[in-house]
């Protein structure tokens, strides 16, 4: 069964986007150096929330994720969308569901901050993989707010890159996705 694994970059206090909602911040950082081609080679589809879905849009560059079924958790409908893009309006559950039926991949919970605490909080995630980004940004948006459920990690990894970013990654206890 696929790995619903969370991936994500965040400053060292805890922010995923700035006080304007960017991540321009992350800029220096050249994901490929941090094993990103190798992580998208394992991902079948993502999941993501609307704002996230806009913000990629938006840069106006080719869309990142050709090929690849995306599922954009909003409560209308997105319009003229990229190849392979979806707009689910029944919530992370039900996009979750629709993922599983398109690949035996990994599935990645993209974001924003809400699409991802949603997932921890209804259990749905195998794997949680954090990118620490030697940056204080003061302010912004958290990687996570008040959780209702909080799951118990498991320590699996650490890996830390010349220029200061480091890697930790958890698994979940109990999900059947982190027996690959």
Do not use: C, H
Not at 2 to 28: K, N
Not at 113 to 133: H, K, N, R, W
Not at 153 to 170: C, Q
Request: proline residues 4%.
């Amino acid at each position: 069964m696929a790995r619903v694994r969370f991936y994500v970059a965040t400053s060292l206090d805890g922010f995923i986007a700035d006080r304007e909602g960017s991540v321009d911040w992350l800029a220096p950082y050249d994901a490929r150096l941090y094993g990103y081609d190798k992580f998208i080679s394992e991902v079948g589809a993502l999941i993501m929330g609307r704002r996230t879905y806009e913000l990629i849009f938006a840069i106006g560059e080719d869309w990142p994720y050709a090929g690849k079924p995306v599922y954009v958790l909003s409560s209308s409908s997105l319009g003229d969308v990229p190849q392979g893009v979806v707009t689910n309006t029944r919530g992370i559950k039900a996009a979750l569901q629709q993922a599983r039926e398109t690949t035996r991949n990994d599935i990645w919970i993209v974001g924003g901050a809400v699409t991802m605490q949603s997932a921890l909080e209804e259990g749905l995630v195998d794997m949680v993989e954090i990118f620490l980004v030697p940056v204080l940004l003061g302010s912004g948006l958290s990687l996570l707010n008040d959780l209702s459920r909080r799951p118990t990690l498991v320590f699996d990894g650490i890996e830390a890159f010349p220029d200061g970013v480091v890697k930790l990654r958890y698994l979940v206890p109990g999900r059947s996705g982190v027996l690959r």
